[in-house]
């Protein structure tokens, strides 16, 4: 069963940095693409960040400049590297991934969600 976790996440002041982090695990083939999406109340759930396999990034116009997204294929994990942080981040993290569990079989996949919080 393909999971998941995401850590990182927490209370920052505005200026701030912090790193998330999300591990995949349990019986994969391969990751294509993996994302990093937010969700603040009331809203709804948008693309932050996204990498390919070979490491190409794209980033939301809102966090260009600021955010840099990464992974290590060997651990199947993507990390968000958030730096400069405004209070209109704010925000449920959550990471997606794209996972095989064989050469045809795949779907995505979202982790649990870490709040990020950001005061002025």
């Known amino acids: 069963q393909v999971q998941l976790v995401e850590s990182g996440g927490g209370l920052v002041q505005a200026g701030g940095s912090l790193r998330l982090s999300c591990a995949a695990s349990?019986?994969?083939?391969?990751?294509?693409?993996m994302d990093w999406y937010r969700q603040a109340p009331g809203r709804q759930r948008v693309l932050v960040a996204t990498?390919?396999?070979?490491?190409?990034?794209d980033y939301a116009n809102s966090v260009k400049g600021r955010f840099t997204i990464s992974r290590d294929n060997a651990k199947n994990t993507v990390y968000l590297q958030m730096n400069s942080l405004k209070p209109e981040d704010t925000a449920v993290y959550y990471c997606?991934?794209?996972?095989?569990?064989?050469?045809?079989?795949?779907?995505?996949?979202w982790g649990q969600g870490t709040q990020v919080t950001v005061s002025s």
């Open positions: 997606g991934a794209n996972v095989f569990i064989d050469r045809y079989t795949g779907r995505k996949y």
């Open positions: 990498v390919t396999i070979d490491g190409t990034a």
């Open positions: 349990g019986g994969i083939f391969s990751i294509t693409t």
